[in-house]
């Protein structure tokens, strides 16, 4: 009897990355498929806020990060980005 070769298993994750911070703090945050770097108080919030219900809005569509297309993904993040 032989095995079946194993699927590689997919890591997915997201990324924010803020750019404009001019303050000198270093803002991490991290959770489970996610990671926000940097930027100013005000857009890692805003980073972290859109992370969140990025997430949110998963689950209410029942799928996970890795089984969503990264063009609904991308729906995704401008349906839940807080407003500038």
């Known amino acids: 009897m032989t095995?079946?070769?194993?699927?590689?298993?997919r890591s997915v994750?997201?990324?924010?990355?803020?750019?404009?911070?001019?303050?000198?703090h270093k803002?991490?945050?991290?959770?489970?498929?996610?990671?926000i770097v940097g930027g100013s108080a005000e857009t890692h919030e805003r980073l972290?806020?859109?992370?969140?219900k990025t997430?949110?809005?998963?689950?209410?569509?029942?799928?996970s990060l890795q089984e969503v297309e990264p063009s609904e993904?991308?729906?995704i993040v401008q349906k839940v980005a807080p407003p500038k």
């Open 3 to 9: 095995k079946k070769p194993k699927k590689p298993r």
């Open 13 to 24: 994750g997201l990324l924010g990355l803020g750019l404009d911070n001019e303050d000198g």
């Open 27 to 35: 803002r991490i945050t991290t959770g489970d498929k996610f990671a």
């Open 48 to 52: 972290t806020e859109t992370v969140v």
């Open 55 to 63: 997430f949110e809005e998963l689950r209410q569509r029942g799928k």
């Open 73 to 75: 993904l991308s729906e």
